[in-house]
């Protein structure tokens, strides 16, 4: 398969821009079990995988359950660029996947929500990994999945942690970095907008 190629993207923050829903689904459980957590806690959290947050943090399932409700409700929006790219990559013979540390049943409600489910030929979540990011796992799976070698393989991604795990499973990477923060990615950028229209193939050109 040496023509195939593939973006493995993450979800919150690269695809969706989905902080503020979390934060609401947070702050609204916590003060349930009469907890209050602060703007900062959560943001430092913001991208983990829920058992590394849950031992400090109560009511898990509670707060992934009216995250839902909202996404269903109001709606989630693409990230700047997401769809233009998502359609291009498509037309241009592109495998898509997602490689994300969300359970699956919030990445089957995004993707309802922006009609794309037609758009990914996998869907890597929480349940099925061991490990979360830094840790290669979720995209070599992935990876797998779509049937592409890990050096045919794009991750776009907003997180240091995710950018790690690209490089330890030896495949490219574009990071999105809306703040500023610094990314060691291949590809660095304030915005998905601002790739030039052969970024990918350039990439692993």
């Not at 689904?25 to 995988?49: C, D, H, N, P």
């Not at 947050?53 to 009511?59: E, Q, T």
């Not at 601002?194 to 193939?201: K, T």
Request: net charge negative; glycine share 6%; aromatic share 6%.
């Amino acid at each position: 398969m040496n023509g195939s190629k593939a973006v493995l993207w993450d979800m919150d923050g690269t695809l969706v821009n989905s902080e503020e829903l979390h934060w609401i689904s947070w702050r609204k459980t916590m003060a349930m079990e009469y907890v209050v957590i602060t703007r900062e806690q959560f943001l430092s959290t913001f991208g983990q995988r829920n058992d590394s947050i849950v031992p400090a943090w109560l009511g898990c399932a509670a707060k992934e359950e009216l995250y839902r409700h909202l996404v269903r409700r109001v709606g989630v929006a693409p990230e700047p660029g997401v769809a233009t790219w998502l359609d291009r990559l498509q037309k241009h013979g592109w495998q898509q996947a997602i490689a994300s540390a969300a359970p699956r049943a919030n990445i089957d409600a995004v993707l309802e929500a922006l009609s794309a489910e037609h758009v990914f030929q996998s869907i890597v979540s929480a349940e099925d990994v061991h490990r979360g990011k830094p840790d290669p796992e979720v995209y070599l799976l992935a990876a797998s999945r779509v049937g592409v070698p890990a050096e045919r393989c794009i991750v776009v991604e907003d997180a240091s942690a995710g950018i790690e795990g690209a490089r330890l499973a030896g495949m490219r990477s574009i990071g999105v970095s809306h703040n500023g923060k610094d990314l060691h990615a291949d590809v660095v950028v304030k915005s998905l907008e601002q790739l030039e229209p052969d970024a990918f193939d350039r990439l692993l050109s």
